[in-house]
Structures are given as structure tokens and as C-alpha cells.
């Protein structure tokens, strides 16, 4: 008897139309009869279906996706390599704001690992001052559950592209993935950006339909966009046949199906434990562990986390440190720590497989090897992705230097940048035309931006330029990077969204609503110099209902001159202190960046002019006092305007806009007082 199986091409994905009865988690496609997949126009385009027939012997039966490693093995090695099954080594991905960090908290929670009485706050993970306050994941995170008998060892990273390295970096310590997605968004840009890495690793992966108890939910359409997504990125067949969850990680409850939930994640843990096979390791081989984060103690120095690749880690033991063959050094690993539950436990001995982090190497990297004393070699270091965006960073040399901060001096700046690239393996730092000024390169603006925050609270006083784009020459012709962004924007404001755009050398290649909302998801291919200071432009055309999101997709043709800024500067006149009555005249002539109060020196940049162009203001200016009584209006004036007007609360931005403001400044080609951020 002849089976049926959906064939695509060029990929050879296809799916079996039987499966077998023993599965107890079936696959989200399967049926007792062949089900066709909806594709976008796009997918239509880019592959061809067809049906073929295959007899019983020829056709695959499905399965949870298992991907072997895509460097072939020798029959010793694969003698030597077995798989353990006490443990699991997995990450969370997900685009921003997908839920993955509560669903997290909700995934500790029911392993028991706090007290019934004890106080959790929400999105436990997100440890770092910074976020917590912007409500997102910078930094990926360890932290382990114990599952019937089966240790999970759990790495937490973040949604946002710009730090898409930190993704890159960890994808060395896990062997699948729990992809989550958004219920009613379905796959977005940093979906696509962390599951083509995943999938290059030849990880396994199950695809979480998170938020599913949202009143718009639609799983079916957001697996089957997952589906796609697979198939554009040239999946193997078993990765294809990826295991879907749907869960509400807010409420902890996960199921085969969303109309029937479990009463807690129990489902998810068990195709964490049947779907992701565990570590392969050489346990009798010589010891082997790929540093891929670090971390920094006060009384330990200098932390170095990585999972054992082979052999057994001890306490104490002498090590060899290698970057390469013919560059290595000697240490001793004064502490070995495990992660068990929600903390780092100290251990003797760490056995291949197993996430650990160890102390004392003092000038451990990311991307070294700590390799047996005697036989080890070193394994393949990380390698990310290239940044797109630089900036000039320097002393403060403004008028007001040493008021605010601690470390002025540019061996104090240099000093801090070169530590970051320790951690940071998305950033370059280079030297520039000065002795005190250096180019920070990332993967965007909020990488840096997050970077200039942390120095600000270290107490580091600097000014930096704006941003810009880094353009490459191929067979002489200048190329610049280009971004995927998507928009979701309600219907009556989808005309100025596209205008803005537009103007910006966008390109729509699609199209569609969005829920029963009237929203409409559009995507487009854009210059990343077009993308500097759009954010707030789209908030302010859309009244602040758009949501726009970006990835990096590759570097094209220079799209040519665009317009970014319309606006001039409002610039002060003089050095003094700035006063309610100046400020209320002024603010006529655009948006304020200061109150009354506050001191300004000569040239420094006070607003936003309402019209191209620069414009000079005296915003120290005080009323004339006279030794006639004046009348109530009159009196009032002098903290109302001239034109008796209350003084409007000054603008405030963040550090963020206001690398936008320096690059629409830097673009109006105004004087170079005018071009510096003082921060």
C-alpha cells in the first residue's frame, strides 16, 4: 500500500500522512488524513509543492525533530560519544515581549524552587536594574530545574535584535531550543534572526504558542506561519517536524491543543524531556569546556560558565587555557560551582554534559578552551555577527566638566570600553583620529544606548557623537546595511505611517491585518540609516499606537540621500541660568529641552526648532524690574510669558532620542559645538 507525503522543493521537507500509534504527543499536523498547509504569496513564490507518491519502505515517520551534528563523525568517535539522559540543556528564544521571561518564573515556580511562603517578584530572570526598569532581557541568564529525575538546565536570553549576540554566544551550551511565539503576532523579525541560528546549530526545536488565553489568539495561523518560517530557512525534514506547546505562561498552564490546557506546564516538561535529546559527550575523552559567558564576583575575581564538552572537571585541577594551537597558557580551578535550581552550588567534580562555572583564572575570555593539562585542544571559538552601527565616544570637554561625574579622564573612558568588549562580543571599540576619542561599533542603537546608561551609573562623565552606519565597499561599489522592519499600525493612521517611510527609501514587500482589532502588520526593507530616529517619528504620526520592530537582513546598494530631519535647534545665546520668563517666550519657537532653573553655557543646544534651521534664544533673560507697581497680568508675566502663557514642562528624552536628536543635528550640518551629545 502506497503513502502520500506533501513534498516541498528545493527544501525536501515533507510530512508523513500516518504516524505512529505510540506517540503520546502528536505532531500539531497531524490527522488521519493529508492536510495542506497555507502559504503566503511569498512562500508561493520561493517553492514549489508537489505531491509524490511513496511506498512504506521509502517513507519517514514522524517524530520529534532530533538533528545529529552537521560535521560527520568517525566510527571512533562515534563509538566514543553517548548521550546522557539525567540531563537537558536548553534556551528560551523569543522576539521581545513574546513572554519567555514569565514563562520562566512560572517554570521555577512549579519545580519547587522557592518556598511556598517565600516572595518572588515578577520576572525573577531579569535581575539587572536596567532591566527592570526598560521591562526587558539584556543579558542571558543561567538557572536549572530538576523534572522527575531529569536535571534542565535553563538559559534565559534576550527578545531585542540589538543584542542578538548574547543569543549567538549561548546557542554553544544548549542542544534545542524552546522557541516561543506570540499567540495573535506569530513569528517576528527576531523570531526568524534566533531560529536560523538554532536551526545552523542543527538544534532541536519546540515551538512554544505562548499568551494562547489572549481574547484574539489564532494558533492555527501563527503555526503555520512557524511552519513557513522553517521551510524559508532551509530546515532539515526533522526539524520540520517540530513539537508545538500551547501555554499561557502568566497563568502556568501548558497543553497539546488550546482548547484543552493541563493545570500546569506539565506538558512542556515532557517534550522538554522527549523532544530535546541530551548532551552527546566523550566522557572518558580529555577535557574540554568552551567559556561562553563570564561573570564577575567581588572575593572569586573572574567567573568562566560553559558546559563540559568531554572529560570531568575537578576542583583544583591544573588546566590548560587555549585560544588556538599554538597559543595556550597554564591555571588551576580554585572553585567548581553547578547550577541547581535558582543559584550556583559548589561541587567537587562536574561530569561532561553539564553546565558549570569555574574560578580561578584570572584572565579567562569568552571563546577560550579549558582543556586538559596534558592532551586538550581546543575547540572552535564563538563567532557573531558583525555590528552595523558606530559612534564616537570622548572626553567631556563642555564647560560644565566634573560636575556630574567621577571618571573624566580619557584613560578612565578607555579603560571601561575595552573591559565591555570582555563580555560583549557584538561590540568593537577602536581608536579614533584623537587620543581621546574612540568608535564604539554595535548592532544598533539600543545596544549602545544600553552601554552609555550603565557608565552614566557608574559615574563616567563623556560625550558622544552620533550615530552612523557602517558602509562597506565591494568591486567599488558602497554598500550599507539594510533591515527588515515590521509595523503594526492601526488602519486610520496606516497612510502616515507609509508617507514616513517612504521618504526614508522603504520598500513594502507585505501586507496584512492583524487580529479583529484593525490592525494592519506592515513589512518593509529599509536602509538602517533610515531607521535613526524613525521610532519616535512613527510614535508621533500614529499618535503612539504603531509597534515597530527591526532585524538585520544584509548589506545592499547605497539606497542614496534621504531626508531625515526637517527641524533645526534651538540654540542659547549666552552662559547664565536659565528663567521662567526667558523659557516662556521662547517655547514658542519649538519644544524646550530645559526648565526654568536650569544652567546652559554658550551654544549649548536647549529644544527643537519648530522650522529648518538654527535659531539663537536668550533663555537667560530676566524681567525688568521697575519701581512702578504693576497690575495683577503684569505680575503674572513674569511666570506666565509675555504673552501670558504658562510655561510648558520641558521636554525630557532619553538617552536613546537623544542620540537621535545628535544624528538629525549632525545631518543639518551645524557647528561642532552643536554635533556633540554631553552626557
Known amino acids: 500500500m502506497e503513502k502520500i507525503a506533501l513534498t516541498t522543493t528545493p527544501h525536501n521537507c515533507f510530512f508523513s500522512s500516518t504516524l505512529p500509534k505510540t506517540s503520546s504527543f502528536p505532531s500539531p499536523f497531524a490527522s488521519n488524513h493529508l492536510h495542506a498547509l497555507p502559504l503566503s504569496s511569498s512562500a508561493l513564490t520561493n517553492h514549489r509543492l508537489r505531491l509524490v507518491s511513496r511506498n512504506s519502505a521509502s517513507c519517514r515517520t514522524v517524530k520529534c525533530s532530533v538533528s545529529e551534528a552537521a560535521e560527520p563523525l568517525t566510527a571512533s568517535e562515534k563509538r566514543q560519544l553517548k548521550r546522557r539522559a539525567d540531563v537537558r540543556n536548553i534556551a528560551i528564544v523569543a ?85 516561543v511565539v506570540d499567540s495573535v503576532e506569530g513569528p517576528m523579525p527576531q523570531t526568524r534572526f534566533v531560529l536560523k541560528k538554532a536551526l545552523e546549530f542543527g538544534h532541536s526545536v519546540v515551538v512554544v504558542v505562548n499568551k494562547i488565553d489572549r481574547p484574539s489568539a489564532r494558533p492555527d495561523f501563527v503555526v503555520n506561519s512557524t511552519f513557513e518560517l522553517f521551510i524559508e530557512l532551509n530546515a532539515t525534514d526533522e526539524q520540520c517536524d517540530f513539537q508545538v506547546i500551547y501555554a499561557s505562561g502568566i497563568k502556568g498552564q501548558a497543553g497539546l491543543s488550546p482548547e484543552n490546557l493541563a493545570e500546569d506546564l506539565g506538558p512542556l516538561f515532557e517534550s522538554i524531556i522527549r523532544c530535546i535529546p541530551g548532551p552527546k559527550i566523550d566522557k572518558d575523552g580529555a577535557l574540554q569546556m568552551l567559556v561562553t559567558n563570564i561573570e564577575y564576583d567581588e572575593h572569586k575575581g573572574r567567573i568562566a560558565i560553559g558546559r563540559l564538552q568531554a572529560g570531568v572537571l575537578e576542583k583544583g585541577m591544573d588546566v590548560k ?90 584613560r578612565n573612558l578607555r579603560d571601561r570600553l575595552y573591559r565591555e568588549l570582555e563580555r560583549n562580543l557584538a561590540m568593537k571599540v577602536e581608536d579614533g583620529e584623537t587620543a581621546d576619542t574612540f568608535i564604539v561599533s554595535g548592532r544598533g542603537t539600543l545596544h549602545i544606548t544600553i552601554l552609555i546608561e550603565n557608565m552614566r551609573r557608574e559615574g563616567y562623565e563623556f560625550m558622544v ?165 504693576s497690575n495683577k497680568e503684569q505680575t503674572d508675566g513674569a511666570a506666565k510669558g509675555s504673552q501670558g502663557k504658562a510655561v510648558v514642562v520641558a521636554l525630557e528624552i532619553t538617552i536613546a532620542d537623544g542620540l537621535h536628536v545628535s544624528k538629525q543635528i549632525w545631518e543639518s550640518a551645524q557647528p561642532l559645538e552643536n554635533e556633540i551629545l554631553y552626557l
Open 95 to 179: 522576539h521581545v515581549d513574546h513572554g519567555k521571561t514569565t514563562l520562566v518564573d512560572a517554570m521555577l515556580k512549579q519545580t519547587k524552587v522557592f518556598r511556598d511562603n517565600q516572595f518572588v517578584q515578577e520576572r525573577i530572570m531579569d535581575s539587572n536594574d536596567l532591566e527592570r526598569e526598560r521591562g526587558i532581557t539584556i543579558l542571558s541568564k543561567n538557572t536549572s530545574v530538576t523534572y522527575h529525575d531529569t536535571k534542565i538546565n535553563i538559559i534565559d536570553t534576550p527578545g531585542h535584535s540589538d543584542f542578538g549576540g548574547e543569543v549567538e554566544r549561548i546557542l554553544n551550551m544548549v542542544e534545542g531550543i524552546l522557541l
Open 321 to 410: 587555557v587555549c585560544t588556538s594551537e599554538d597559543s595556550c597558557r597554564y591555571g588551576r580551578v580554585s572553585e567548581l560551582y553547578v547550577y541547581d535550581k535558582f543559584s550556583r552550588v559548589p561541587a567537587e567534580s562536574v561530569e561532561a554534559g553539564d553546565i558549570c562555572a569555574v574560578c580561578g583564572i584570572g584572565d579567562i575570555q569568552i571563546g577560550e578552551t579549558i582543556a586538559c593539562k596534558v592532551s586538550g585542544k581546543p575547540l572552535p571559538s564563538i563567532k557573531v555577527e558583525e555590528p552595523t552601527v558606530k559612534m564616537a565616544f570622548s572626553i567631556n570637554i563642555s564647560p560644565f566638566v566634573g560636575r556630574e561625574g567621577k571618571y573624566v579622564t580619557s
Open 465 to 629: 557623537g552620533p550615530p552612523k552606519v557602517i558602509n562597506k565597499k565591494v568591486n567599488d561599489k558602497l554598500l550599507e546595511p539594510y533591515e527588515i522592519a515590521t509595523v503594526e499600525v492601526p488602519e486610520e493612521h496606516m497612510g502616515a505611517v507609509v508617507e514616513l517611510l517612504g521618504k526614508r527609501r522603504g520598500q513594502m514587500f507585505d501586507m496584512q491585518g492583524v487580529g479583529a482589532e484593525g490592525t494592519t502588520l506592515l513589512k518593509y526593507k529599509i536602509p538602517t540609516r533610515g531607521l535613526l530616529g524613525l521610532r519616535n517619528a512613527i510614535l508621533t504620526a500614529s499618535r503612539g499606537t504603531a509597534i515597530l520592530n527591526t532585524i538585520f537582513d544584509s548589506y545592499g546598494p547605497w539606497a542614496g540621500d534621504m531626508s531625515t530631519r526637517d527641524q533645526g535647534s534651538l540654540v542659547a545665546f549666552e552662559d547664565g541660568t536659565s528663567s521662567s520668563y526667558a523659557i516662556a517666550s521662547s517655547q514658542e519657537r519649538g519644544q524646550m529641552f530645559i526648565g526654568p532653573g536650569v544652567d546652559v553655557y554658550k551654544g549649548q543646544i536647549v529644544g527643537i526648532h519648530q522650522r529648518p534651521g538654527d535659531l539663537s534664544l536668550n533663555v537667560c533673560k530676566k524681567k525688568a524690574a521697575t519701581n512702578i507697581r
